[in-house]
């Protein structure tokens, strides 16, 4: 698909979203947070919600654990933001950041599902537990299935934990998430 449609596409959908009432958090969000980078690009990231962050700003990942996946892409891959797609599981921010709810989930999919299909990545990654179960469909933790890729379709799915857990202070998780970046790295022939 050429780049124009595929971005035309995004811009579609990105309208819809904006005006979504599809769930409960319509209600107590400051905007829709549906998702931003390059529609061409081989790798795509998806996290979970949005923060207060991205609730103000209206983009993935700008706060602090989007300051370390930005240093994961640069050591690890060898790219920066711009060069990847970025969305959330769900598009609008859980009140007091609590965890997303099953029905919340439900009703945000078909968005997330339609970006996947129009970016085509090569390779998903899919940081902490609420991006992995529902992509893998899969009721095992981050821990159990992380170190594995996994086909899904035409793309390959790297789970990987979320940088909200490395930020939490555990040494461990951010060296095992910079050997799932690598082998992303590898999968989209980036290699060092
Ligand atoms: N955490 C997420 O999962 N997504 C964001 O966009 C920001 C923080």
Do not use: W
Request: hydrophobic share 45%; with cysteine; glycine share 8%.
């Amino acid at each position: 698909m050429a780049t124009g449609s595929r971005l035309d596409e995004l811009t579609v959908l990105a309208d819809q979203a904006a005006a979504c009432t599809r769930c409960p958090l319509a209600a107590t969000r400051t905007q829709v947070v549906f998702g931003a980078g390059d529609p061409d690009a081989a790798l795509m990231i998806v996290g979970e919600a949005p923060g207060r962050d991205e609730d103000r700003d209206g983009l993935p990942f700008v706060g602090r654990s989007g300051r370390l996946l930005d240093t994961l892409l640069a050591d690890e891959v060898g790219i920066d933001r711009t060069q990847v797609y970025i969305a959330n599981v769900i598009k609008c921010r859980p009140p007091d950041n609590r965890n997303p709810k099953a029905e919340e989930i439900a009703a945000c999919r078909p968005y997330l599902d339609d970006q996947m299909a129009l970016v085509a990545p090569t390779v998903v990654v899919t940081l902490g537990n609420f991006a992995t179960k529902l992509l893998l469909a899969t009721d095992l933790g981050i821990t159990a299935v992380r170190g594995t890729t996994y086909p899904l379709g035409d793309t390959l799915v790297v789970p990987t934990f979320h940088p909200a857990a490395a930020l939490r202070g555990s040494a461990d998780v951010l060296a095992h998430m910079r050997d799932d970046f690598a082998r992303v790295a590898q999968l989209i022939g980036r290699a060092a």
